[in-house]
Each structure stands twice: as structure tokens, then as C-alpha cells.
């Protein structure tokens, strides 16, 4: 049990933990005492009798002119705002611990008469949050916290939150990462994949618990660790098998393509290894023939949709459908300037610039889906098509242009279209032409040129895909990576301020070309 001491200063109302009691309060430690300096009542207390403490407290905030309450400490904080929700004395609340508000002591701050909050720090969403309801925050930390969950996922915002798809958690979760995966079920709308990177029981029981307590359903927990134990799979198959239905949560395991090729190898026999292999030729022969077609078919696919793209943007009235929708913006959005761009919005809303490669057959537009996976098989007009689309990484923002802008498409290599050409990239007589070194991305807010000063083939791996960085130091040890990987030196110097442009694209199952771009405007 705790002893906590209310007291009246100036016009703020103190509440902390009484640790040293006098010898007067020692002598009845086990009731609750009022003297006309100051109050000590145990938690206990407080907790079983909310309204006669709150009634209490209304009118000596009243009799004292009281408007501000200070927490000494965080622990008891979310009590004392249940306590003074409908307190209309009470307008700002002071945390003077040096640790970061949670969001439930946001949720109860918005219920409550209070208008202003000041606090060490709190998450840049709660921020959005409290303004929703005209709360002023004042932070008296510079540096605002954010923990490895919100970091991975791209949370900074409350419309981040709100709008997610898919999450990437990675296991152990901190204390601080559970509180914010908490708080984003509480304001997601949108959730459907949920990323694991390897089994730990404590850590799922905690996300599917999380999940039911704000009712999200249709959830799939994808585990992408190589599972071999019995004991393990079967408790994933027994909660698939009794819950999912329920709850409408299912896991999935998402094994490496190398741990199943070594399984199943295992498994097999010499005769069941013979019929394979005249399988595979069968099949071998068969996709080849097919291969020729896919990408004749492609190739004409493509080049109906580029005709078709020529036609719309001659046809509409650029200019003016810039103009209406420029006029649709709020004060302080950026404004459209590439009327050619924009008029392919009507085609598909997701376009977000024009990429162009000089001597390849990179000269397409670019689209920016909600994840990474909906352009590898759809198009420009959002049909199905295994040549995809060029589609910009979903965490990318060309409004407030992002650090490293990531672009990808398939490699159609027969037919040329889509990447199929950004191999030429590494050929010596098409990287040392300085007329080649120059990438045109021109968004729907500007025109950019980035001049070349990597370009690489790499074993599969995600470490050039960073999009966010701790600071400018950080983001010089990467660039310097992306340099020191390259074919060939351009003599071309980075600083931490630089903004750069990266092309991927598949070289095999094994292997990616990769191109990387310093911004020169």
C-alpha cells in the first residue's frame, strides 16, 4: 500500500508519493488524513472510493482557485485523471516524471476539461491526437521518443496508424514497444498482416490478446522463422484448428526457399528423384516455349498501355485539371506542377511521377501502391499482369521528398520492358557515357535529377532499402556502403544532406542489379 500526499501550491494542485511520514501520520499509517496543510491518502483508498474523493476534490480546487494539477510521478497518473475527468477547475496537468506519457494517459487527457499538457516527452502521433481535440502539448524534451516497433513500421503520424495494412514485429518486444502496439489497435481501422520474425509464445499470446481485447479480426500472423519442432508447429495447428474461426486470427509459416529445398531433398528417394528430373525437363521444355510467349505477350501488353498513357495525356486538358485540383488542396499542401502527370491521376489515383533512364527502356510512369506486392502482378490499369508496373516503395514520400526514393519492377528480360533493361547499367560503354548518369524522376510536385554513383549486382538482401536514418552520420555510413559497392568510381561525393534515388530489379532468384543516385536540383 501506498501513502499519497495532495497538497496546494500556489495554484497548482501537488500530487506525489509520500515516502517519509511524520510521526503523526506513522501513528495512524493505516487511515487517511486531513490536515489544513496538506492530504495523505493511501491508493488503496482512492482506488475503492473515486467519487468522494473527486466530490472532495472539486470543491477544493473550487475554494482555492486550483487550475493546475502536478504528477510527480507516472504511476498513479492515469487514477488522479480518472478522478478528475468532469473536475472543470483542473484546465493543465504537469508530468514531472522524465519518462514518456503513454496513450492511455492520452485517451483519459481527452475526456477530461484539461486544455493543456506538459510533459519530458510522448510519441509524435499523440501529439496529432491531443491537437484533434485543441489540447496544447509542451514537450520538455527536444528529442521525441519512438520505439523500435513505431520505428520498423513507419509510425510516425496518426494517419500512419490509422490507415496500416501489414506490421513488422520483431520479437522480443520491449515494454514500450507492447504499450505501442496497443495503442496502434486501438487507432487502426485497416489491419490485416501482421509480420513475425521468429516464434516466441509470451510475445504472440500477447498480439493475438491485444488483437480480440480491440476486436480486430481477419488477422494473418505470419511467422518467417524455419520451424522444425514438433511441439511448437502443433500448438500453431491446434490454435489454427480451435481459435482461428473464433477469434479470426490465423497463423501462417513463412519458410526460407533455401530450408525447404534442403527438407525436401531429404525426404525424397533415388526413384522419386528419376521421375523428377523427367519432369523437370518436360516442364524445362515446356517453359521455354511458353517463356518466348509471355514475353511477346508482355512486351505488347506494355506497349499498348504506353500508347494508350500518350493518348490520355493528349487528349485531357492538363492544365486545367491541374488547376481544379490544385484549388482542392489545403493551405499548406504542395502544389501539382507537371499538368502531364497529373492528368494521368483520372487513370490511376496511385500515379506519383515519371521515371526515364537514357538509352534503356526505362520511360514509364510511376505508381505507389499500399505495400510492395501489388504491382508485381498488376499494371498500370490495375489488371492483372505478371509483367507488373514500376512502383515506388510503398514507405517512400515524394511530397516531402524522402531520403532515399526506392523504385522497383520486374526484370522482363526477353522483351525489355518494365527493368529488363537496367542491366545495360553495368556494361563500361553505357556507365562511363556521362549523358547515361543522369536518372529523370520528374514527381507530380517537381522535376528531379540524380547523377549516378553506384551501380552493383548483389547477392539477395534488403540492407540498401533503408528508408529511415538516426541522423546525418548515419546517413553518410550508408551512402558511403552504397558507394564502396560500386563497379566503378564516378567520383562523386555524398554528405549527409543528400537525397538520393535507388533502382532495383531481380538479376535471377539469387541475385539483384541495383543502381543508386545522388539528387543534383
Keep these: ?23 503523526e501520520y506513522k501513528s495512524i499509517l493505516n487511515t487517511n488524513v486531513i490536515s489544513c496543510n496538506e492530504l495523505v491518502f493511501s491508493d488503496d483508498y482512492i482506488e475503492n472510493n473515486k467519487k468522494i474523493v473527486a466530490t472532495f476534490l472539486d470543491e477544493l480546487t473550487k475554494n ?63 501529439i496529432e491526437y491531443l491537437d484533434k481535440y485543441e489540447i496544447v502539448v509542451e514537450s520538455r524534451n527536444e528529442i521525441l521518443f519512438l520505439s ?18 501489414s506490421l513488422k514485429i520483431d520479437f522480443p518486444m520491449s515494454n514500450q514497444d507492447e504499450q505501442d502496439f496497443e495503442a496502434f489497435c486501438k487507432i487502426n481501422k485497416y489491419l490485416k498482416v501482421i509480420d513475425v520474425n521468429a516464434i516466441n509464445k509470451n510475445d504472440l499470446e500477447f498480439l493475438i490478446t491485444t488483437l480480440k481485447k480491440n476486436n480486430k479480426k481477419n488477422i494473418k500472423i505470419v511467422i518467417h522463422e524455419n520451424i522444425n519442432n514438433p511441439e511448437t508447429i502443433e500448438y500453431l495447428k491446434k490454435f489454427n484448428k480451435r481459435k482461428s474461426k473464433k477469434y479470426k486470427i490465423i497463423f501462417k509459416l513463412a519458410y526460407s526457399n533455401e530450408y525447404l529445398r534442403n527438407n525436401i531433398f531429404k525426404q525424397a528417394n533415388i526413384n522419386i528423384l528419376k521421375t523428377c528430373s523427367y519432369l523437370i525437363l518436360f516442364i524445362v521444355i515446356f517453359t521455354f516455349g511458353f517463356v518466348f510467349y509471355d514475353n511477346y505477350t508482355a512486351m505488347k501488353n506494355v506497349n499498348d498501355i504506353q500508347e494508350k498513357i500518350t493518348q490520355v495525356i493528349q487528349i485531357n486538358d492538363s492544365e486545367k485539371i491541374m488547376t481544379e485540383l490544385n484549388e482542392d488542396k489545403e493551405e499548406d499542401d504542395k502544389l501539382y506542377v507537371n499538368a502531364d502527370i497529373v492528368s494521368l491521376i483520372q487513370e490511376n489515383p496511385e500515379t506519383i511521377g515519371w521515371l526515364k533512364v537514357n538509352n534503356t527502356n526505362i520511360d514509364y510512369p510511376v505508381v505507389q501502391g499500399v505495400d510492395n506486392e ?7 490499369y490495375l489488371e492483372e499482369d505478371n509483367s507488373g508496373w514500376v512502383f515506388m516503395d510503398y514507405r517512400n514520400n515524394t511530397e516531402y521528398l524522402s531520403d532515399n526514393i526506392i523504385i522497383y519492377a520486374h526484370n522482363r528480360y526477353h522483351s525489355g520492358v518494365m527493368f529488363g533493361t537496367l542491366q545495360n547499367t553495368l556494361r563500361y560503354s553505357w556507365y562511363t557515357n556521362p549523358e547515361n548518369q543522369i536518372i529523370s524522376f520528374r514527381t507530380l510536385y517537381e522535376d528531379l535529377n540524380y547523377q549516378i554513383f553506384s551501380i552493383y549486382k548483389i547477392s539477395v538482401t534488403t540492407d540498401y532499402m533503408r528508408v529511415l536514418f538516426a541522423d546525418d552520420t548515419d546517413k553518410l555510413n550508408f551512402y558511403t556502403m552504397l558507394k564502396d559497392r560500386s563497379i566503378y568510381d564516378f567520383g562523386i561525393e555524398l554528405s549527409g544532406n543528400d537525397k538520393i534515388i535507388t533502382l532495383s530489379t531481380c538479376a535471377d532468384e539469387n541475385n539483384r542489379y541495383v543502381v543508386h543516385a545522388v539528387l543534383k536540383n
Design 64 to 126: 482555492y482557485n486550483v487550475d493546475t494539477i502536478i504528477l510527480e510521478n507516472n504511476s498513479f497518473a492515469l487514477l488522479f485523471l480518472d478522478i478528475l475527468k468532469n473536475n472543470k477547475q483542473i484546465r493543465t496537468v504537469i508530468f514531472k516524471e522524465e519518462c514518456p506519457i503513454t496513450f492511455h494517459m492520452c485517451e483519459q487527457i481527452m475526456k477530461s476539461y484539461i486544455k493543456s499538457v506538459n510533459c519530458y516527452t510522448l510519441q509524435p502521433f499523440m
Design 148 to 165: 523500435n516497433f513505431m520505428i520498423e513500421n513507419n509510425l510516425n503520424k496518426f494517419s500512419s496508424l490509422f490507415y496500416k495494412i
Design 1 to 23: 500500500m501506498k501513502k499519497i500526499l495532495i497538497k496546494i501550491q500556489d495554484n497548482s494542485l501537488v500530487v506525489k508519493e509520500r515516502i517519509k511520514l511524520s510521526t
Design 374 to 380: 501489388y504491382y508485381l502482378k498488376h499494371n498500370y
